[in-house]
């Protein structure tokens, strides 16, 4: 709050006068806006937005959201309980890979889009959102699991000859994550609220 310099009042509450003073007095020296109509305020803004979708350009992320994957182990940064041995080198698993971090600003239908390789007939991508802006592992506290993609891969291709691309797509109020096998053509996608 200490670099909050105004705060709209919305909202049914909005309307009373008791709530108004006491907003005031619990937060001296910060700019309350009451607008007329508070308590329709938040319902003609879902209205106006559902017309006319435009009228919003950008939000803040209120989470970071990513994906868990395999991270390349940091010596310097990671325990070493947390590093395993594949394919010649040492990773570390439930990686929390970020698209957006919370507290940034989105514009509304941004993409962000990573590619990888497929090391079996079944790709899953985790999808995790963390109210952390800069998670280091899935497991972090305050991580949450949201859901996950899954993607069939073709087994009459070798592998490390297929792409995936994973897009976190940031629409109006959802978050769409789509899997494709560009190789393939095959997608997968899930809708978050």
Excluded at 91 to 113: H, M, Y
Excluded at 137 to 142: A, N, Y
Excluded at 174 to 183: A, C, D, G, P, S
Aim: proline share 5%; charged share 25%; glycine share 8%.
């Amino acid at each position: 709050m200490k670099n909050v310099q105004t705060v709209i009042l919305v909202g049914g509450f909005g309307e009373s006068t008791y709530v108004q003073e006491r907003m005031r007095i619990e937060i001296a020296g910060v700019r309350l806006i009451v607008p007329p109509d508070a308590g329709l305020a938040v319902l003609k803004g879902a209205v106006r937005f559902g017309h006319k979708p435009a009228i919003v350009s950008s939000r803040i992320v209120k989470y970071t959201y990513g994906h868990e994957v395999y991270g390349n182990f940091d010596e310097k940064k990671h325990p070493d309980e947390k590093k395993f041995w594949k394919n010649g080198k040492w990773w570390v698993p439930k990686w929390f890979n970020v698209f957006v971090r919370a507290n940034g600003e989105l514009r509304v239908d941004q993409q962000v889009t990573r590619r990888s390789t497929p090391n079996s007939e079944i790709s899953l991508t985790y999808v995790y959102r963390s109210t952390q802006e800069n998670p280091e592992f899935t497991t972090d506290p305050g991580c949450q699991l949201l859901g996950t993609v899954e993607l069939k891969n073709s087994t009459d291709i070798p592998f490390q000859q297929q792409v995936i691309e994973t897009t976190f797509m940031f629409g109006n109020t959802e978050l769409l994550v789509k899997m494709k096998n560009t190789t393939t053509g095959k997608e997968a996608y899930m809708t978050f609220e």
